[in-house]
């Protein structure tokens, strides 16, 4: 089973280019997630949507850019890369019922490791 | 911000059962707890959730207290593969989102 797909899994951008980072699920789950972490820290959400067509900021969106025109693809843009978005970032998905507090677990990517130069 | 609180690190011996202590006391009747673990900045792998019973599986077990402020992750006999750092989570949200803290770094001692 595949879960959850990142790529790429490295990436070394120069300041102000832009790039997305692309996610996929196949266990069509309607919640998906992302987040960044910075070293010896832990996970902080930028974006989440709730399935296709709706998203919604995190923690810390700023900098960042996300759509979401199917169940299955998430990605994550950036469109002038900062120093400071040097970083890890996790793609998650789960099953939720709109609305209500859900008991599914978070099924996350391997990651993508960005560094900013 | 994160709802939980946890220990920085923790040692414990090989073979023997490492519990790790969690604080959510802001915690709401229907928000369940979750444990991940992560190993050298992989993803977050899944280790076991629960609302107000004690769970068990084949990784874990999980014990939270009855008024629900605090729990303990189990791991009932550790190996070297137990290294980790290990993510007590409260979701929360209209997107059931998860606000991690800083973990416990687990280290099992040969």
């Known amino acids: 089973n595949a879960g959850v797909t990142q790529t790429p899994k490295f990436r070394i951008l120069k300041i102000g280019q832009s790039m997305t980072l692309q996610c996929a699920q196949d266990?069509?789950?309607?919640?998906m997630y992302w987040y960044r972490q910075d070293p010896g820290m832990g996970l902080k959400l930028i974006y989440y949507?709730?399935?296709?067509?709706?998203?919604d900021k995190g923690e810390v969106p700023n900098g960042y850019n996300v759509s979401r025109s199917t169940t299955e693809d998430f990605p994550l843009r950036l469109e002038l890369a900062a120093p400071s978005q040097t970083s890890v970032y996790f793609c998650?998905?789960?099953?939720?019922?709109?609305?209500?507090?859900?008991?599914?677990?978070?099924?996350f990517g391997d990651g993508t490791r960005l560094s900013i130069l | 911000d994160a709802k939980t609180t946890q220990p920085t690190s923790m040692d414990c011996a090989e073979g023997r059962a490492a519990n790790l202590p969690c604080n959510h006391s802001?915690?709401?009747?229907?928000?369940?707890v979750y444990w991940y673990r992560q190993i050298h900045s992989q993803g977050p792998q899944y280790i076991i959730h629960?609302?107000?019973n004690n769970e068990t599986n084949e990784m874990a077990s999980l014990i939270i207290t009855e008024d629900r402020k605090s729990s303990t992750l189990i791991l009932p006999h550790a190996t070297l593969r137990d290294t980790a750092v290990y993510y007590c989570?409260?979701?929360?949200?209209?997107?059931?989102?998860?606000?991690f803290g800083t973990g416990t770094s687990l280290t099992v001692i040969p």
């Open positions: 998650a998905s789960s099953y939720s019922v709109r609305g209500r507090y859900s008991n599914q677990p978070q099924h």
């Open positions: 266990m069509n789950h309607n919640y």
């Open positions: 949507s709730v399935g296709a067509g709706i998203t």
């Open positions: 802001t915690i709401s009747g229907n928000e369940y």
């Open positions: 629960g609302l107000k």
């Open positions: 989570i409260v979701r929360v949200g209209a997107g059931n989102q998860f606000y």
